[in-house]
């Protein structure tokens, strides 16, 4: 879908349908078009068949005599209880019902919608995130042409300052299609997206948009002693990747995203149960974060470097696989006891943030679907975050506020750094005595291990990365979380 943005009023544009937001007991703005369509929708407001509760759609049929085949109302709530999040969501509610009644085309005046502090630009962006990420459907693999969605056109806003809306929408599209470019990795069967299909999916688009990329295997990363994700690989026949991108080498400032990429998680073999199995071609989605963020912060010519790593990997329990009760030696020379072998995203990101941080970024944000328990903290609303570094937190804090790509702060305790420690070796993938409660502090422990000195955050995202329940610009399954956040804090982290 195109989104034609074009100069005029925005009652005189043909269009299929015509959308309109208003809030409760607001008075209907458009004068002239109620008056040529017969004082219609005022009479519908008055005698309450709409009333601008949030969500609620009225339409009319103009029956030519207006510009606009049909006039769909859409209630966006109480006033002050309206905010950009609520914008995006009403965007993505309506571009669908387009989309069900098979338009050709729309146009929609929800950019004009009054939101205390907010300018056109980030309403226009709003829109557009709602529209594009609403419309998201995976239909790769279904053969009928029945089963593909209706295809819109073009959404059309008019406005009096198309500079200022372009702008808006520009980065509304990047920011949508990186996501949606996610969403595609993450529903992708685990049987065709393995860690070679992920690398050169990384090489494709970094050719695609100048980024400078490296590709480690098996090779390289037994030269360089990276035992940690060779141990969790050695279970499968698939190769395992360390992707490294730079989208700006010669850029003073340089952050590191690091993202973990298990393509799919059997468990190995302390294997999971058939009906956690099932989804486990999502454990690689903060690898396909990273990914969408770094073509993100490329197209956007962000004035960063943005250091993308990858650690590409599948977790089987094949003849090969380690064992509960191993001790192997990371990348930075600390002996892990591995006590579990479903624990394995802590181990490949042990050696990926500690090679990350030998490239002295000044940051490291690590992304990873790394516990269930996650969920159980803080549901599907809220990525973990954890980390010791107070600006990191705030400002990954005040992304996810500005993004709704939420993040909640758990606490780095001693307590867990001791739950962690090992008895055999250094530590152990699997905290012991009643730390081992905490899942996901525990997980997050265990990789402050792997960095030294680096100020450091970790994002975890078992909840928010892969979700079962639709919503307005949210479709099941893959969500596509990490972009919005991620390129708000590059864009703001100083
Ligand atoms: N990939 C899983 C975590 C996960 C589970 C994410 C469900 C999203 C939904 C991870 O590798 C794992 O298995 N974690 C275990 C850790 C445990 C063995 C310490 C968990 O969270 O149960
Ligand atoms: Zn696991
Ligand atoms: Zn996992």
Redesign the pocket.
Known sequence: MKILVKSGKPDAIKTELLIIGLFEKEKFAYKVLDNKLKGRISKAMKEKKFEGEFKQLYSVSSLGLVLAEKILLVGLGKKKEFDIEKLRQVAGFTAKIARDGKADNFQTTLIETDIKGRDLSEKAQAVTEGMLLGLYKFTKYKTDKKDQPHKIKEAIIVTKEVVKVNKGVKKGIVLSEATNYVRDLVNTPAGDATPTYMANEAKKVAKKYGIKIKVLGKKEMEKKGMNAILGVSRGSSQEPKLVVMETNPTAKKKIALVGKG?TF?S?GLDIKPSN?ML??KS?MAGSAAVLGTVIAAAKLKLPINVLGVMVLSENMPGQSAQKPGDIITAYNKKTIEIV?T????RLVLADAVAYAEEQNPTAIIDIA?????VVVALGYSAAGLISSDDKLKKALKESGEKTHERVWELPLWDEFREAVKGELADVRN?GKGKGYEA?TIV?ATFIENFVKKTPWAHLDI?GTG?FVEPSDYIPKDGTGFGVRLLINFLENWK
């Open positions: 298990i998680d468990g956690y989804d486990m454990d579990n479903d624990a394995e995203g679907t790394l516990t269930g328990s699997l899942g997980g078992g892969w």
